[in-house]
């Protein structure tokens, strides 16, 4: 029934003293460029006004991190039992962390970390089974999609930045452009390329704009083939 999904996670682990089990998911959400530039910008600067942004921005990013994690739980919360059926409400288990660096990278970098249990209990009677993986990737699919929106919504509301799209870019990667952040994005690597290796060690990953990218990709390599045709 529509809803049933709609429950508070439980931890994955202890993130002051555990780690996540080796069979655990991890889905990636880079941040805008641009964004990235202006957290850069306050962040480096000691005036005080700076100073409060940075904070400010901080306390944003957390709050959308949990929105987007509880997101995946809405969208992504079923398991695959033997006797309900693959589509199982269930409660996952997960872990968000916000970092807002890369190694090697000489500029801030925003980033979730979204650590998700390759198991999870089912709701309607407690017992444990494999997460639906299909539907999962999926809820990243429509989550990465709240996620940029939340970001830019509320930081247009909240600082009164202007967003919008880039040329040449993927048509989902809007930028800030006013103030003229979006100017500065071409000199250095786009998120989903600058990606951090995370601090638990390889795992199996999702990032969470790859499917949209490649999705797009094909569709502009189709549009030349056809030019070339033509």
Known sequence: MYGETRVEPIPLFDVN???????AIEVYFPA?????????????????????QWE??????????NDTAMGVQH??????????????????????????????????RLHIHLYVGRTAAALADGT????????????VDRAWGDYRRDLETRTAHDFGFRWAPLPDHHPADKEIV???????????????LAVCPGPYGQLDRIVADET?????????AAVKQERRVG
């Open 212 to 220: 949209s990218r490649k999705l797009h990709a094909r569709s502009v």
């Open 56 to 65: 400010y921005l901080a306390e944003l990013y957390v709050s959308v991190m």
């Open 178 to 192: 006013d103030p003229p952040f979006a100017e500065h994005v071409a000199q250095h690597t786009p998120p989903h």
């Open 75 to 108: 969208a992504g919360g079923y398991v695959s039992h033997p006797q309900r059926g693959p589509f199982t409400p269930a409660r996952l288990e997960m872990v968000a962390l916000a970092h807002n660096s890369v190694p090697n990278e000489p500029i801030m």
């Open 128 to 139: 444990r089974h494999p997460v639906n993986l299909d539907k999962l990737r999926r809820a």
């Open 17 to 23: 003293s555990g780690r996540p089990p080796a069979d």
């Open 32 to 52: 805008p460029m641009s964004l990235c530039l202006f957290g850069d910008a306050a962040h480096d600067n000691p005036d005080a006004h700076w100073v409060q």
